[in-house]
């Protein structure tokens, strides 16, 4: 798999035998707050009382849980070297021989229907850790209630199995330590028994939010999803207590929020933003298409053209080498690109509704083309400091067909 930035190799698509042909449709580009999943991502049950089909173990023994509506079906569970903790209590029991041992501990929280871009997350924290938990856990409360909570993919044998064969791939055959997959009433108890709801203004209880980022970029079409994010993430750094922990930056802004989290509330573990590793994001080695387990729900049809936001990257990154800074340039260029492919796409019957294609601060995430009309900052020093290049789309087969939101980002002169 691969995982560089750019690019050069992605001239045009031969893949499935996609055309080049252009057409005339008017194609939108939405600076507009938008998530348009009504149509195929909705669920009307607001409240979650389960959360994985198939609720773990140990080594395929069933764990009491202390959630009575959960039902423990380990029968479906393949057996795994390693422990699968599904409760707190139990998880903190073997954490806390992790500290007696003075061990390092590295963290993995993901949402399950794992792929290369996780499997890469977890290899390189086996590489700088002595111990590797991975979480694996849909966490309700980063979903508007209109989203697709229900229908997400939960693979949790076929994810077992994945982390069970990494060993061999590593050259210490190494494996990982436990995982940790709860049920959503023990990552979100409540006091009165009443399940989990999605809906924010019904909430009691304690939530966590990123004054200043959670609004922009991904934010502004999903209001709630950051908070979310952030509520779930601080849960499972209280329980995990990780000396380190990896995400990818497919997800940047979940990342730069994130670290921002860790700096401002002091957290102790993972010890400082830095210890917050933030791996390159995975791309399918033929097209460029950036790792995603939402990938899962493109048809034959769709996947030839859901590259769209890398190819436009690759040419918003040209024009920036050749001009650095020109935030104009660089959009334009971008923009251009995925509304070409939009145009080639629709003669193909497949519907792409391009969200935004922006640039913004990496430290702020501040719109760089709204702000500029405000304050005039040079291209010089907007180069100085780098720029994040993203997009996010929707991409549908058919009037009806089930829409798939895709995002992906370049760092543009800045590491982090
Ligand atoms: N292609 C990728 N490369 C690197 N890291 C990735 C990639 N895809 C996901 N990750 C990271 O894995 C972690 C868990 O992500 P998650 O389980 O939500 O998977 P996902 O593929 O991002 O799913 P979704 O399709 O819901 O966005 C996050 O830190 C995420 O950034
Ligand atoms: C960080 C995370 C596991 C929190 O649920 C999720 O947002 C994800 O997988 O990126
Ligand atoms: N990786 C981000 C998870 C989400 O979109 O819900």
Not at 6 to 14: L, N, P
Not at 84 to 97: S, Y
Not at 193 to 215: N, R
Request: aromatic share 6%; hydrophobic share 35%.
């Amino acid at each position: 798999m691969a995982t560089k930035q750019c690019c050069g190799c992605i001239g045009s698509i031969t893949r499935n035998g996609l055309s080049s042909r252009i057409a005339s449709r008017q194609i939108r580009i939405a600076s507009r707050p938008l998530l348009n999943t009504s149509r195929s991502l909705t669920t009307t049950q607001h409240t979650v009382t389960s959360n994985t089909p198939s609720m773990p173990s140990v080594n395929g023994q069933a764990i009491p849980s202390t959630s009575s509506s959960y039902k423990p079906t380990p029968a479906t569970l393949p057996q795994a070297p390693f422990p699968i903790f599904t409760t707190v209590a139990d998880f903190r029991k073997w954490r806390k021989e992790q500290m007696k041992q003075d061990k390092s501990v590295g963290f993995v929280p993901t949402m399950g229907a794992l792929h290369e871009g996780h499997l890469a997350l977890v290899k390189e924290s086996l590489r700088e850790n002595d111990e590797t938990v991975v979480s694996i856990f849909v966490n309700p409360a980063q979903f508007a209630p209109t989203e697709d909570l229900s229908s997400y993919p939960r693979t949790m044998e076929s994810d077992i199995a994945a982390l069970n064969r990494l060993a061999s791939t590593m050259s210490n055959h190494k494996q990982i330590s436990a995982i940790f997959a709860p049920t959503v009433p023990e990552m979100y108890p409540s006091p009165d028994g009443k399940p989990f709801t999605q809906v924010v203004s019904d909430q009691i209880g304690a939530f966590v939010e990123v004054a200043g980022l959670q609004h922009k970029m991904e934010g502004s079409s999903r209001p709630t999803f950051f908070r979310g994010v952030a509520t779930v993430v601080t849960k499972l750094f209280h329980i995990v207590q990780p000396d380190q922990a990896y995400f990818g930056q497919k997800d940047i802004q979940q990342a730069i929020l994130l670290r921002r989290l860790v700096s401002d509330l002091l957290f102790a573990h993972p010890p400082s933003p830095e210890a917050l590793r933030i791996m390159p994001t995975t791309r399918d080695p033929i097209d460029g298409l950036a790792l995603s387990s939402r990938n899962a729900y493109l048809t034959q049809r769709a996947r030839p053209h859901a590259n769209i936001l890398y190819r436009a990257l690759c040419a918003g990154q040209k024009a920036w080498d050749e001009n650095p800074g020109d935030i104009q340039a660089t959009l334009q260029a971008a923009r251009q690109k995925a509304k070409q492919i939009a145009e080639e796409a629709d003669k193909d019957g497949i519907d792409l509704d391009i969200l935004y294609i922006d640039l913004n601060d990496p430290v702020d995430l501040d719109n760089l083309e709204n702000r500029r009309g405000k304050s005039i900052i040079d291209p010089q020093t907007i180069s100085q400091r780098g720029a994040i290049l993203s997009g996010a789309a929707l991409i549908k087969e058919g009037r009806n067909g089930r829409v798939t939101r895709l995002i992906d980002n370049f760092l543009l002169g800045f590491k982090l």
